[in-house]
């Protein structure tokens, strides 16, 4: 599915709007930062005085005890404040990848599994881990080192000018050179890294798409084929990463050589000043104090700043990776099929069922869906569902039966018309759902059948595995309910992957229960574990509703519907 393009303003908006819930994480991160900028311009402050004092004035150590004692501790404060700004930052980025992924999780609900079908597996997966955690430099070290570099320099930069105002104004003047150059590079990084994204989820989803057809390229002999489209896309993804790299590289050195000419003049200055050479402004008034003074806090000025620099590409690889999250959150069609504008065709006789309270039938009331604007699936549907009842679909392949499930179940959401479950929406009442193939989880029988039911007791899932037919297999296993399953049902046949996905609804007993095709593609013996499982099901006072064509499964029905061309009727 193509992401809609995104302006590079709603991605901000989008950052904002998580900083706002962590500013007080943020505050406290600026807060540690500049107490670290404070113990450092102290450091400096008496280990110029000790020099001055021990070389110049020939203080005995006694006298420069205090300044000693002084020097430790601003050391001792700058490391706690370093680590407390640390621990802050980690904090706040945790807070907003949570968010972040809350956010992801939220819009995978809504748009449901059949749009989320329509994605690779591996793009869903890079975007909750990798690209939520590329959040984390930006709101960690870039958003708070914007406050520091402003900060921190300005503290030093009033101190310099105290001692020395000519030698402030070659720190002044020399400051705004780094952020000029560093926006200019971070003009193509942006770019590079929303580039670097694109390409890692594309290759990502290709290669797990590989990995899970591997068997099928195999039987066709498509493997070299295959490996090669990956190779390629691989080199791709290669050049990206080091154009990438490139540019960070050269930033970095360009800043590094700003700031070392910047002190280099600091130091021609000081260093001639002291000798007598410079008689221009405060030079005379320069002592050894003030000047070295001077030299120890010129690149203390500049480390904000080019520490701002080294963290300007966290904030270019937050905008590639929010523009990724965000084009997946603001995906319109992931909501569902395209909406018919048309007028709705009331050509088709509703089905009106016994007259009873909402809160004891599932109802459809005059639902329409298209997939296209010029198609119907469904065309003003009506229909109520007792509770107990059992309900087959029939009808002709691609009549509507599975779209009608998908509305129940609430994974689609009609054009027109609504459904109700005993008195709630469609998708918010938890039901049982059997798909065309089960749903499996790499771990143990216990481990999938406790993913509706995570308290499900041990005896629990062992009768749940009798009543599908799965008690002989069980008792040859010597791991009993722990045997191993991989996701794709390794270790199982087709039949018996289906019975352990079915066994799920046994152990969450709910009251509605939505088979699509349950016995598709499974042997006669899996066919009649089936009907005897669903039997239980419909004895036991379950709504059951499935489609199907197999006759066993239409004679298990107490009403049997027939979805075609749009209709849904009585047979």
Request: hydrophobic share 45%.
């Amino acid at each position: 599915m193509t992401k809609p393009a995104l302006d590079q303003r709603a991605v901000r908006r989008w950052l904002s709007g998580l900083t706002s819930g962590n500013r007080r994480w943020i505050q406290g991160t600026v807060a540690a930062g500049t107490l670290a900028g404070v113990a450092t311009i102290i450091q400096m402050v008496f280990l110029a005085q000790i020099v001055h004092l021990g070389v110049i004035e020939k203080a005995p150590a006694s006298a420069l005890a205090p300044f000693f004692i002084g020097l430790i501790l601003a050391i001792v404060v700058r490391a706690i404040a370093q680590g407390a700004q640390a621990h802050l930052a980690a904090r706040c980025s945790e807070q907003v990848r949570r968010t972040a992924r809350r956010q992801i999780h939220q819009h995978w609900r809504n748009a449901g599994p059949l749009a989320l079908g329509q994605t690779s597996a591996g793009s869903l997966a890079r975007e909750w881990i990798d690209h939520v955690d590329a959040l984390h430099g930006y709101f960690a070290r870039f958003l708070p080192q914007m406050t520091l570099s402003v900060v921190v320099p300005l503290l030093i930069l009033a101190l310099v000018f105290y001692l020395d105002w000519l030698a402030g104004i070659f720190l002044l003047l020399s400051a705004p050179l780094i952020p000029f150059f560093m926006a200019l590079v971070g003009m193509g990084a942006e770019k590079l890294n929303q580039q670097h994204f694109e390409t890692i989820s594309r290759l990502s989803g290709q290669f797990l798409d590989k990995v899970r057809g591997l068997t099928t390229l195999q039987l066709f002999g498509q493997t070299e084929e295959a490996a090669e489209v990956i190779q390629q896309r691989s080199d791709h993804y290669r050049k990206i990463t080091l154009k990438t790299l490139r540019v960070a590289f050269l930033s970095s050195a360009v800043l590094e050589f700003f700031a070392s000419v910047a002190i280099a003049v600091i130091a021609i200055y000081i260093g001639f000043g002291l000798l007598g050479y410079i008689t221009y402004g405060p030079s005379a008034d320069l002592t050894l104090f003030s000047g070295l003074l001077i030299l120890l806090l010129a690149p203390e000025f500049f480390q904000p700043l080019r520490t701002l620099s080294q963290h300007y590409h966290d904030r270019a690889e937050a905008l590639g990776a929010g523009t990724e999250i965000l084009a997946r959150l603001a995906d319109d069609e992931s909501a569902g099929p395209v909406r018919n504008t048309d007028a709705e065709d009331s050509g088709a006789r509703p089905l009106i069922g016994e007259s009873i309270t909402d809160n004891d039938a599932i109802e459809v009331n005059s639902v329409s869906l298209g997939f296209r604007p010029d198609h119907k699936v469904l065309k003003d549907v009506s229909l109520a569902v007792n509770k107990g009842d059992v309900i087959a679909l029939t009808g002709p392949s691609g009549g509507g039966k599975s779209t009608l499930l998908n509305l129940l179940a609430g994974f689609l959401t009609p054009h027109s018309g609504d459904i109700h479950l005993f008195g709630r929406p469609a998708g918010s009442f938890a039901f049982g759902w059997l798909g065309q193939s089960g749903f499996l989880v790499h771990g143990t029988w216990a481990d999938n059948l406790r993913l509706t039911s995570p308290d499900a007791s041990d005896v629990a899932i062992e009768t749940a595995l009798r009543n599908v037919g799965l008690g002989p297999l069980l008792d040859s296993r010597e791991d009993g309910i722990f045997s191993r399953v991989s996701e794709d049902g390794q270790g199982l046949s087709g039949g018996q992957a289906r019975r352990l996905s079915l066994a799920r609804i046994f152990v969450a007993d709910y009251d509605v229960i939505l088979l699509d095709e349950p016995t598709a593609g499974l042997d006669s013996d899996s066919e009649i574990f089936v009907l005897e499982a669903l039997h239980k099901l419909a004895l036991a006072g379950k709504t059951l509703i499935f489609s199907t064509h197999h006759q066993a499964l239409l004679a298990l029905a107490n009403r049997v519907l027939l979805v075609s061309a749009g209709e849904v009727k009585d047979v």
